[in-house]
T-cell receptor, first 114, second 111 residues
């Protein structure tokens, strides 16, 4: 069974640009979660999508947005990039929207802002 | 807002010593999950606890969920170099669908 896949692996941008990160969940998983992990720090919850709908978002500004497609894959968009957006962005998927399901993580996209 | 804190933040142990990390939530959790993130890797699900006072074991790892469902612990007996990584607890906040990850405990095992 293929795991959660994220692309690209690395992304280098400059301040003010826009970044798009992609995630494909495990087959059969309908929930996708996005997290930001700054170097050496914990995971900050960004967004949760289930069945194509945004279910919840963390304490991030509106320039962080995303969507989930009919095939349950997801995109995270970050507009007007700032230096502090440099981090590892992790995507996770789980079965349905049941809070009791474990999350399966991808390898992440490392976003560097110059 | 709801917070999930873990202590200690860092722990260095000699190989063979025991290790414990504690997870404390400011509010009740309906369940708690534990994840391990190896250096340079992504978090990997270890286990889930649901019942108050529940204790589960995985070989040298023992997980416990507090009676009030606001705290949890992970104990590793006789650590090995393969135990190196950051251990996170996580759970949905009561009444919300937001997953809260703990601050993590970074374990280093000295051979």
């Amino acid at each position: 069974e293929a795991g959660v896949t994220q692309s690209p692996t690395h992304l280098i941008k400059t301040r003010g640009q826009q970044a798009t990160l992609r995630c494909s969940p495990i087959s059969g998983h309908t929930s996708v979660y996005w997290y930001q992990q700054a170097l050496g720090l914990g995971l900050q919850f960004l967004l949760w999508y289930d069945e194509g709908e945004e279910r919840n978002r963390g304490n991030f500004p509106p320039r962080f947005s995303g969507r989930q497609f009919p095939n349950y894959s997801s995109e995270l968009n970050v507009n007007a990039l700032e230096l502090e957006d440099s981090a590892l962005y992790l995507c996770a998927s789980s079965l349905a929207g049941d809070r009791n399901q474990p999350q399966h993580f991808g390898d992440g996209t490392r976003l560097s802002i110059l | 807002g709801q917070q999930v804190m873990q202590i200690p933040q860092y722990q260095h142990v000699q190989e063979g010593e025991d290790f414990t990390t504690y997870c404390n939530s400011s509010t009740t959790l309906s369940n708690i999950q534990w994840y391990k993130q190896r250096p340079g890797g992504h978090p990997v699900f270890l286990i889930q606890l649901v019942k108050s006072g529940e204790v589960k074991k995985q070989k040298r790892l023992t997980f416990q969920f507090g009676e009030a469902k606001k705290n949890s612990s992970l104990h590793i007996t006789a650590t090995q170099t393969t135990d190196v990584g950051t251990y996170f607890c996580a759970g949905p906040g009561s009444g919300t669908y937001k997953y809260i990850f703990g601050t993590g405990t970074r374990l280093k095992v000295l051979a």
